[in-house]
């Protein structure tokens, strides 16, 4: 790789992380929303009788483990071990597909027991909170279709690379955000 | 397919019919000049698609500078109203009106003149200040501007087809809920500023990955000038702030659109939740503003003292400090709420901590000047007006951070004036000096020194006429936003206030006069280097205007002013040019902002599936975008020596 190539991976990827960081405070917004909202119920159930922990564990797996297989597309993209690279690149795309099918299928449970986000403050900032996660999970599935296409097309050899690598960054940085709801949301419903 | 847009939101005021056929035929008039000259190529390609930062600059500024107008014209709708409409006189506007247009005033101010001049100013001089070739990403700052742009177009399509809000500039909840504010004037306020907003956050990303990454050699962080520190501290405000605006009128617009309970009155909403999250923008909001302008005067005034900077350490610290305390003290603009005292207490606090930092700056300023051999040029006039100004305001403003002051003037004209204050003598004060100080940089012609001084002071009594009878007004008791009153005994206050208007007004057309007859006289007021002030930092060792590549070999850097140094101990070498690589145009910035303006406007009236295509429009383009290559073009050496034989750098 050249000079000036590194030059331009350096920056992109600190330009990315910076938008990574705005990101995470339109989350930080959604999650003190949520927090302050959270006993506002207005009469309707609330998170403790909504919520089953193992629905959500399995939805924690799928996607901690598309993050995984993330991780090792990209180990094996700079390895040049191109077939490996696409066999995980789709597997992620699947896990990724499985968990957005999961969450509409809560979501619309939810709403066939008329418990939709019109029905109380608290499943607003639920819905919201969680949806605003699945947009971008739905989001990276894009971003992963576009990609793939480039990584098969030889001129894109130069900036593939940089583009992976974001999208990574992305993909784990969404992991992290899951991580906080599945705590916040979910368990934290059970504890206190 | 036309959602609830039918032939009734066409306007039936005169007032705003009048204004709505200004505008047609002020647009009308445009494109056929255009068209007439052939224009349209030459400003497709060198204007419309640019990524060139000094250009993308000067449309910035250009917007500006027409909603500048705008806003001055609903100021004056307000201030004649408040002149006449005492007793028993309800004065020309019905209250709906008067209600959106001092709602229209403040956003306009706020996101569509202080932004984007302030945008205009960093552009312009952030590469050159670094000693770089353009911004990290050059495409990216092209989205920004037209998102900005699209977010004005919005902005002024409110005006004609349907309402604006009417609900203040921050439209607090409930009031601006559903329930109360059924109508579109809500959801343009909330799709006017999201655009224009992502576009702030894409820029401010863009400069802080630029200082970081793209400084000339040598350049340490401690080696920038304190422009350059004040523009970073001011982005990474935009990139910690920005989103929660998005996330807080996204959650509004959840609200009025599929009937969430964010902030209604009912079903367990908290409206006061709303007033927490949109100052954890707003405060940080008033700093992003001022730190720039921090950062021009320090500039004008060692420049113009021909002197360095006193304590450059210490304000960069104390910007620092601004920096961060500038998220702590959001609650002093509600300390009403019923926080408790134990919270009122701290914020009050917080905020007169704020006051050290900026004492500090303005004693590094006075001790700059201090033994100087100081040149009163129009940049220095703006400096003194603002010393002047400025600290009174922040006077008013330590006045209003003692929680006990504030329960009796808070929402008063006190608090309209108190800002004011701030924001005219700081910000615009600020924004004026450096335009004035480096549009020989970018233009290659000084503006007009004696109307520059006429303007000067045409705001400066203008300003004082203007907002000192609101203080008295608020203490009296008088409150903001008021369409109408009842005490006789006000109204020689705002009549005033009014002729303070016109002073301004008066200097603002001195301000537009001054500036066509620069461009007429440009050839008498040419600078004959790149060099106009005699200069000490990077920027005025280039050509003026300069070049597309901005420095035809990068400057080494050693210490604070480079270019003082070089000129103390010049050491001339034969040139070597170099090939030099360039970003090429892209429309993919326009594109982009078209998609979202038709997205903007569909959302607003309901038209669900022109908003889906406008979506499809915009992840197209995106996706469309990725797909390009051939991003970059090589200027040659040969080519380059050609131009800077020709150039006036140093
Ligand atoms: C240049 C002369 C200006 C004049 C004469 C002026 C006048 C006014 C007036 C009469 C009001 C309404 C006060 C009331 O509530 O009764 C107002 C409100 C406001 N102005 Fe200005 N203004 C000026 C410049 C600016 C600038 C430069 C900014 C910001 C950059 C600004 C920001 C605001 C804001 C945010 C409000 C509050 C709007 C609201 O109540 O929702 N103004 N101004
Ligand atoms: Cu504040």
Redesign the pocket.
């Known amino acids: 790789m050249t000079h000036a190539h590194t030059l331009k991976d350096n920056r992109t990827l600190f330009g990315f992380w910076l938008y990574l960081m705005s990101d995470c405070l339109i989350f930080a917004s959604l999650f003190a929303t949520y927090a302050v909202l959270r006993s506002a119920t207005y009469g309707a159930p609330g998170a403790r009788e909504l919520f089953s922990l193992e629905f959500v564990f399995l939805e924690t797996v799928i996607l901690l483990s598309s993050s995984f297989t993330m991780g090792l597309t990209v180990y094996f993209a700079h390895k040049g071990k191109r077939a490996l690279m696409f066999g995980l690149l789709a597997l992620t795309f699947c896990l990724g597909t499985a968990f957005i099918a999961l969450e509409v299928s809560e979501f619309s449970h939810l709403i066939q027991e008329g418990l939709s986000w019109e029905r109380s403050a608290f499943l607003s900032a639920f819905f919201t909170l969680v949806g605003t996660h699945g947009l971008h999970v739905l989001c990276g599935l894009i971003w992963m279709i576009v990609l793939a296409i480039q990584l098969a097309l030889p001129r894109y050899h130069e900036i593939v690379m940089r583009r992976l690598i974001c999208l990574s960054l992305f993909w784990h940085f969404l992991d992290i955000i899951w991580i906080g709801i599945f705590t916040f949301v979910y368990l934290f419903s059970f504890i206190v | 397919m036309f959602g609830r847009l039918t032939l009734d939101a066409l306007p039936h005021d005169p007032i705003v019919i009048a204004a709505t056929v200004f505008m047609v035929c002020v647009g009308a008039a445009t494109l056929c000049f255009v068209t007439y000259f052939r224009a349209w190529g030459y400003i497709w390609h060198e204007w419309l698609t640019s990524v060139d930062h000094k250009k993308i600059a000067i449309m910035y500024g250009i917007t500006a500078f027409v909603m500048l107008v705008r806003?001055?014209v609903d100021?004056s709708m307000?201030?004649a109203q408040?002149a006449i409409a005492v007793g028993n006189s309800a004065g020309y506007l019905p209250p709906d009106h008067f209600d959106q247009l001092?709602?229209a005033?403040?956003v306009i101010?706020?996101f569509f003149?202080?932004m984007p001049l302030m945008f205009a100013i960093i552009n312009a001089m952030l590469p050159l200040q670094l000693g770089t070739r353009d911004v990290a990403f050059p495409v990216l700052n092209s989205i920004s501007l037209w998102l900005f742009i699209a977010g004005a177009v919005l902005m002024n399509i409110s005006l004609t087809i349907g309402e604006f809000a009417a609900a203040?500039?921050?439209a607090y909840p409930p009031l601006s809920g559903l329930a109360y504010s059924p109508g579109v004037g809500i959801d343009y306020y909330i799709w006017v500023i999201q655009i224009s907003g992502v576009g702030s956050l894409l820029s401010a990303v863009n400069f802080v990955a630029t200082i970081i990454k793209e400084r000339a050699p040598g350049m340490t962080l401690m080696n920038m000038p304190i422009f350059v520190w004040t523009v970073f501290a001011s982005m990474t405000l935009i990139i910690i702030s920005f989103p929660v605006l998005t996330a807080t009128l996204a959650m509004l617009s959840l609200d009025r659109f599929l009937g969430m309970h964010f902030f209604t009155s009912d079903f367990g909403g908290n409206p006061m939740m709303y007033i927490n999250l949109i100052w954890t923008w707003g405060h940080p909001e008033v700093y992003i503003?001022i730190l720039p302008a921090f950062g021009i005067f320090s500039e004008v005034v060692s420049n113009f003292s021909q002197k360095r900077l006193f304590g450059y350490r210490s304000m960069v610290y104390a910007t620092i400090a601004i920096m961060f305390l500038s998220f702590i003290v959001w609650a002093h603009h509600f300390f009403t709420m019923g926080a408790g005292a134990n919270v009122n207490a701290f914020f009050g606090i917080m905020t007169m901590v704020i006051a050290i930092p900026a004492g500090v700056k303005i004693f590094n300023w006075l001790f700059t000047m201090y033994r100087g051999r100081i040149d009163f040029r129009t940049p220095m006039l703006w400096f003194m007006g603002f010393v002047f100004t400025f600290t009174l305001g922040g006077m008013s403003g330590i006045l209003l951070s003692l929680p006990a002051v504030d329960f009796q003037i808070n929402n008063s004209?006190f608090l309209?004036a108190h800002?004011?204050n701030t924001?005219?003598g700081g910000?615009?004060f600020g924004y004026f000096a450096g335009i004035s100080y480096w549009f020989p940089k970018i233009f290659g012609f000084k503006l007009d020194e004696r109307l520059g001084t006429y303007a000067f002071w045409c705001w400066i009594t203008g300003f004082f006429t203007?907002f000192m009878p609101l203080y008295a007004l608020g203490i009296m008791g008088a409150t903001?936003?008021?369409s109408h009153y009842s005490d006789p005994s006000w109204q020689p206050f705002f009549i005033v206030a009014g002729i303070?208007?016109v002073i301004?007004l008066v200097g603002v057309f001195i301000q537009f006069v001054q500036i066509a007859w620069s461009i007429y006289k440009r050839h008498e007021l040419r600078t004959p280097t790149g060099d106009a002030w005699y200069g000490r930092s990077l920027e005025w060792m280039t050509a003026s205007p300069p070049p597309v590549y901005n420095f035809a070999i990068i400057p080494h850097v050693h210490g604070h002013d480079p270019l003082w140094a070089r000129k103390q101990y010049p050491h001339p070498s034969i040139p070597l040019y170099t090939n030099i690589e360039l970003p090429r145009n892209s429309s993919v910035g326009i594109v982009l902002a078209a998609c979202s303006l038709a997205l903007g406007f569909t959302l607003v009236w309901h038209m669900w599936i022109l908003a889906a295509l406008s979506v499809m429009g915009i992840i197209g383009a995106v996706i469309a975008r990725s797909f390009v290559t051939h991003t970059e073009y090589i200027l040659s050496a040969h080519e380059v020596a050609r131009i800077e034989a020709r150039s006036n750098a140093l």
């Open positions: 806003g001055l100021a307000v201030r408040q001092f709602t005033h403040g101010m706020i003149v202080a203040g500039w921050l503003l004209l309209v800002f004011h924001i005219i910000v615009v203007a903001r936003r008021m303070g208007l301004i």
